[in-house]
């Protein structure tokens, strides 16, 4: 049984980190342009991880999400296949898509587990 659950509850770490992402995202973001004072900076970087999370196992957020954070896992894997491939056009697209597609998976399977953990309690 003990088994069962880590296994489930390891799969929703793409969710997780999607939201951490984001959360240092806007946490540096505000620090860095100094817009307010740090303890603030970490508060809404907290809640916009927390709000992030919640938004995912909503019906119509999990797909909001899901593209944006596929779109942007694609991005940045293009950028990096860009800088060591010498700026080859075609391996950028390439590596683009299949991030994207895997990403679109991940994140489907990280809600699959989930509606199944839902359904068994």
């Not at 049984?1 to 799969?11: G, H, I």
């Not at 303890?39 to 927390?50: N, Q």
């Not at 942007?72 to 390439?94: K, Q, R, T, Y």
């Amino acid at each position: 049984m003990a088994k069962n659950q880590v296994l489930r509850t390891s799969d929703t770490k793409i969710v997780v980190s999607d939201s951490l992402l984001s959360a240092v995202l806007v946490g540096f973001g505000l620090y860095s342009l100094h817009v307010m004072h740090p303890f603030f900076c970490f508060l809404i970087a907290f809640l916009v991880a927390a709000a992030l999370t919640i938004l995912f196992f909503t019906k119509i957020g999990y797909w909001i999400v899901t593209i944006l954070y596929s779109f942007a896992w694609a991005v940045l894997w293009a950028l990096i296949a860009g800088a060591l491939s010498e700026d080859n056009p075609v391996l950028e697209w390439v590596v683009a898509i299949i991030a994207f597609v895997c990403s679109i998976f991940l994140h489907r399977a990280a809600k699959r587990f989930h509606d199944i953990v839902s359904d068994d309690t």
